[in-house]
């Protein structure tokens, strides 16, 4: 019999502090009007002093266990650019904090495709037999490698943190994902030292994003729209059989570029950017989790996930929602 993975619960978790435009518009040379037409950002959430990503993390999960009915689960994965510690795993720490032991628990680093890569590695263990439940998380402290002063990059990114809980099922659930990287592009979008390269740097907390605008715009329409065609085609589906978009909120303008593809109007299209900003790993879960509480998702609905970050990495997942 076919196995699939559902997803049973969701969980979403922003900090309580709301950076907007306007308080931007007065640290640094910008204007509400750019960033909004540019972005589609009006504001973003930032982690407070002392609260880290597995606080934002933990939020989330205990949310998404709970909507799930579950309390423990076979494997946690953790999408993350900003972990606590080098190590032990974000995913380590946050096991621990849910009281959960024994089953495997790590992280997954491709940034802003984080959650859709965990997903898909979760998606792999459930479909092989060897868990029947999984944790899924995208959690991010993205301020922290900020550079507060440069306005290419400041106005696009905030905190938060996405969980959705997985569970074996014999009708899906998780229909394809789809993952692709070229390291090629690694320049275009990245924070260019690291604790191998430079520790003093990142010591020092002056280990910034650093970003070629235009290139990674280009480049992320170009890719999520291939996508778009992978999954269909991976599916023997046609592009009016996708019910909703669920992407990564990275600019508004490449949602649209994304949502045109797919011959898909704007109010079927999941939309955080406004108020979330970037959040990385964590704006695919947290949209999707704000859809579920809304209501807007119904069972049979057919959902695209698609998101692309540095690495360049990319990639997508095909879900057909049953509650
Ligand atoms: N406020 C005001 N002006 C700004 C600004 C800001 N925050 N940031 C840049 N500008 C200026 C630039 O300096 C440039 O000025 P110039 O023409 O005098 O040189 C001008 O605005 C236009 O810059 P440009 O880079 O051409 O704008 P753009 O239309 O490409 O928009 C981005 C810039 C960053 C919004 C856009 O390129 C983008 O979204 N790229 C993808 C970024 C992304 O999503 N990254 C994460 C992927 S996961």
């Not at 049973?8 to 309580?16: F, H, V």
């Not at 579950?70 to 900003?82: E, K």
């Not at 969980?163 to 994902?177: E, F, K, M, Y």
């Not at 991976?234 to 996708?242: F, M, P, Q, W, Y």
Request: aromatic share 6%; net charge negative.
């Amino acid at each position: 019999m076919a196995r699939f993975s559902r997803i049973i619960g969701t969980g979403g978790y922003l900090p309580e502090k709301v950076l907007t435009n306007a308080e931007l518009e007065r640290s640094i040379d910008t204007t509400d009007a750019w960033i909004t037409e540019r972005t589609g950002i009006r504001q973003r959430h930032i982690a407070a002093e002392g609260e880290f990503t597995v606080d934002l993390a933990e939020a989330a999960s205990r949310q998404a266990l709970e909507a799930a009915g579950l309390s423990s689960v076979d494997l946690i994965v953790v999408a993350t650019t900003t972990p606590d510690r080098v190590f032990p795993s974000t995913a380590c720490l946050l096991q621990s904090r849910l009281d959960i032991h024994g089953g495997p628990a790590f992280d997954v680093q491709a940034v802003c495709a984080g959650f859709i890569y965990a997903l898909s590695v979760a998606d792999h263990f459930i479909k092989a037999g060897t868990a029947n439940t999984a944790l899924v998380v995208g959690a991010e402290t993205f301020s922290r490698i900020i550079d507060w002063t440069d306005r290419d990059t400041c106005v696009l990114f905030g905190d938060g943190a996405g969980a959705v809980v997985l569970r074996a099922d014999d009708g899906p659930g998780i229909l394809s994902t789809h993952l692709h990287a070229d390291g090629d592009y690694a320049d275009l979008l990245h924070v260019p030292k690291g604790v191998s390269t430079n520790l003093a740097s990142v010591q020092a907390g002056t280990a910034y994003v650093e970003m070629s605008g235009r290139e990674v715009f280009r480049m992320a329409v170009q890719k999520l729209g291939e996508l778009v065609d992978e999954a269909l085609q991976a599916n023997g589906l046609e592009r009016g059989d996708i019910d909703r978009l669920v992407p990564h909120q990275a600019n508004i303008r490449i949602i649209t570029a994304t949502a045109k593809k797919l011959r898909m109007p704007m109010d079927r299209v999941v939309l955080t950017v406004a108020e979330h900003g970037n959040t990385s790993a964590a704006s695919i879960p947290l949209a999707l989790d704000v859809a579920v509480k809304r209501g807007d998702i119904k069972d049979g609905d057919r959902l695209l996930l698609e998101g692309f970050g540095g690495g360049f990495t990319w990639g997508g997942a095909l879900v057909e929602w049953r509650s």
